[in-house]
């Protein structure tokens, strides 16, 4: 069955149509992906931008025209934490519901849950223990399994747009800038008790985790089936850290492999991998393209 997903990130918004067969993603048709930035400001106002919402409303319409035009029965929209958090979040849902767009908000423990989907559709993870972790625009979803079996997920506060709101990446970053955001985010992680966790594997996903596969692949153009499965030692990780802090935003730009849009953002995000792989005292990660919005047409296609 063919079915489309709509992942309504607070950074960037994704468009999957895929072929499905028993909750497998086994050919895809049509992607897209626009970087949006719906939650930037949210943190300070807890209102959405209204050229923000313009914006969005836009890549929404252009997307469900290209739904339309695949003539797919079965899809879903879902929206994550930036409009589960705007108080202005009716606004852009009305607009949307003018252009017969539904969408539906998703909590935090169901974003973790389609992302198991997506993940679980490309990494054998049912003969093992597994650490999910998808790092998003508005918070990061934690996904710990044994043998396929879900033992817990868990919701924080703690997205890319968010540390961009609220510090100033786009110049050279120095050592007390890394600090005050690693010290944010060690905060925000002591709800996870890590050292009751002892994953066989670690996996990134979403956009911070695919982009370092990319820079680490130098990928002129990107490619899904090549970040699937990228492994990436914490050496690699730190290297391409240390590289980028030192430049500004217009010298990121230069970077193969780091996406449009994402040169202020990938530095929270990378600082959140390191933090994470430091608790979980591991050096090895495993980069899944596939995530909420593959879990997403999965769950379309239950639908």
């Not at 943190?43 to 290209?66: A, R």
């Not at 849902?93 to 423990?109: D, R, T, V, W």
């Not at 953002?265 to 608790?279: E, L, Q, Y």
């Amino acid at each position: 069955m063919i079915t489309a997903g709509v992942d309504v990130g607070s950074n960037s918004f994704r468009l999957l149509i895929a072929e499905v067969v028993d909750d497998k993603i086994s050919n895809i048709v049509c992607e897209k992906r626009v970087i949006t930035r719906l939650a930037e400001g949210l943190s300070q106002t807890s209102k959405l931008k209204t050229e923000n919402i313009d914006k969005s409303v836009n890549v929404l319409i252009e997307f469900f025209k290209i739904i339309k035009k695949y003539n797919v029965k079965n899809y879903f929209f879902a929206a994550t934490s930036a409009v589960r958090e705007a108080s202005n979040s009716g606004q852009f849902l009305a607009k949307l519901a003018e252009n017969n767009i539904e969408i539906n908000i998703i909590n935090g423990e169901l974003e973790a849950e389609l992302t198991f989907k997506g993940v679980n559709s490309v990494i054998d993870i049912k003969s093992c223990n597994s650490l999910i972790f998808d790092i998003g625009g508005g918070s990061t979803e934690f996904i710990s399994s044994k043998n396929g079996d879900i033992v817990f997920t868990e919701s924080l506060d703690l997205g890319v747009v968010k540390f961009c709101n609220m510090f100033d990446f786009s110049h050279a970053v120095d050592n007390e800038l890394v600090r005050k955001v690693k010290k944010n985010i060690e905060k925000k992680l002591e709800k996870i008790n890590f050292s009751a966790i002892h994953p066989d594997k670690v996996i990134a996903t979403a956009g911070t985790a695919t982009t370092l596969a990319a820079i680490d692949l130098e990928l002129e153009h990107y490619d899904y089936r090549k970040t699937n499965g990228h492994k990436l030692h914490i050496s690699k990780i730190k290297a391409i850290f240390e590289k980028i802090i030192k430049m500004n935003m217009t010298e990121r730009q230069k970077i193969k492999g780091l996406e449009k849009g994402r040169e202020d953002s990938i530095i929270p995000g990378i600082i959140i991998v390191m933090t994470v792989m430091a608790k979980l005292n591991t050096d090895n990660l495993i980069i899944s393209d596939f995530g909420v919005r593959e879990g997403i047409v999965i769950a379309a296609s239950n639908h």
